[in-house]
């Protein structure tokens, strides 16, 4: 059982998206949170303005985690601000669509290293430095099961994160730490948006059965639920949230 006086958790890119959202909720729900960005400062000190007013804490850490030392550099900062770590969101990610014919090697390397780079320092730091009964909760796609054109190397990415997760979780089961990933459809961000006609959106809401995009908020509650307490049977699986689409 984690204990709720101290429970810290990172999220991986949650200065906008759906790790903003997950942040805002992990704080809701107990939780002191290290708002990870890159490039979007003033979007993260909003998010922590954001928690700090709804009586929680937070704290913005510009850490690159497509670098070797990023997640260190998240983890000493949780450390040092909150004195531990319970809970580890690999959300960060970014998606480069190109049929692979096309595919630069500059893009290629680029998400290899955020995507899965980023994952597996997170998922060795975790795995050494998580308090026991803590969680680690990664970010796959419900792509990685469709077989897109154009998707070849984000999909990659992301089937190598799930092979991760349900290996990690037999390896940190005796520390009583839980390993899943959660692989949402289509959510309306930036990384989705960008790009996208919308004749193409339009299309892609007309093949989900609830026909409507996801929200981050659909995700970040069950980010929540597998962080929480009520969460804590569930180990080494893939929850594909997406609306029923695939
Ligand atoms: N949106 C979807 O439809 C969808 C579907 C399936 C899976 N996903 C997955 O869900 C996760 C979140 O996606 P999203 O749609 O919320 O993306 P997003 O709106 O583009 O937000 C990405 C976040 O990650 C941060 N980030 C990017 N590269 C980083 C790096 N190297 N180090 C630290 N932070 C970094 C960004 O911060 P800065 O702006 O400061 O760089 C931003 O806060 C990703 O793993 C994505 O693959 C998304």
Same mark, same amino acid.
Do not use: C
């Given at each position: 059982?984690?204990? +709720?006086?101290?429970? !810290?958790?990172?999220? !991986? ?11 805002? %909720?992990?704080?809701?729900? #107990? ?6 960005? +890159? ?22 850490? *510009? ?16 450390? *040092? ?11 960060? #990610?970014?998606? *480069? ?12 390397? %680029? *998400?290899?290293? !955020? ?13 050494? %430095? ?10 796959? +796609? ?14 990659? +990415?992301?089937?190598?994160? @799930? ?7 037999? @390896? ?16 309306? !961000? @930036? ?6 006609? @919308? ?14 995009? #996801? ?20 180990? #080494?699986?893939?929850? %594909? ?6």
């Amino acid at each position: 059982m984690i204990d +709720t006086e101290t429970r !810290t958790a990172i999220v !991986t890119g949650s200065s906008k998206g759906i790790g903003a959202a997950i942040a805002r %909720r992990l704080a809701r729900d #107990g939780f002191a949170v290290v708002v990870n960005y +890159t490039r979007g400062a003033e979007s993260a000190a909003a998010v922590v303005g954001d928690i700090e007013a709804a009586g929680g804490r937070a704290v913005a850490v *510009q850490a690159d985690i497509a670098s070797i030392d990023g997640m260190r550099a998240l983890f000493d900062a949780a450390d *040092q601000t909150f004195g531990g770590v319970d809970v580890l969101v690999n959300n960060a #990610g970014i998606m *480069q669509l190109s049929p692979i014919a096309d595919t630069s090697d500059e893009a290629f390397e %680029r *998400q290899v290293a !955020t995507n899965l780079g980023g994952v597996f320092r997170g998922m060795r730091e975790g795995a050494n %430095r998580i308090r026991p009964g803590g969680r680690i909760i990664s970010f796959s +796609t419900s792509v990685v099961g469709v077989y897109q054109p154009a998707y070849g190397v984000y999909a990659a +990415t992301k089937a190598a994160v @799930e092979a991760m997760t349900h290996i990690l979780a037999k @390896e940190l089961g005796p520390k009583a730490i839980t390993v899943n990933a959660v692989a949402p459809g289509p959510v309306e !961000t @930036e990384l989705f948006m960008k790009g996208k006609s @919308e004749d193409l959106v339009n299309a892609i809401i007309g093949m989900n059965p609830l026909k409507r995009l #996801g929200q981050p908020d659909d995700i970040a509650v069950v980010v929540s639920f597998l962080a929480g307490p009520d969460g804590g049977w569930v180990n #080494g699986q893939v929850i %594909r949230a997406n609306g029923g689409v695939v």
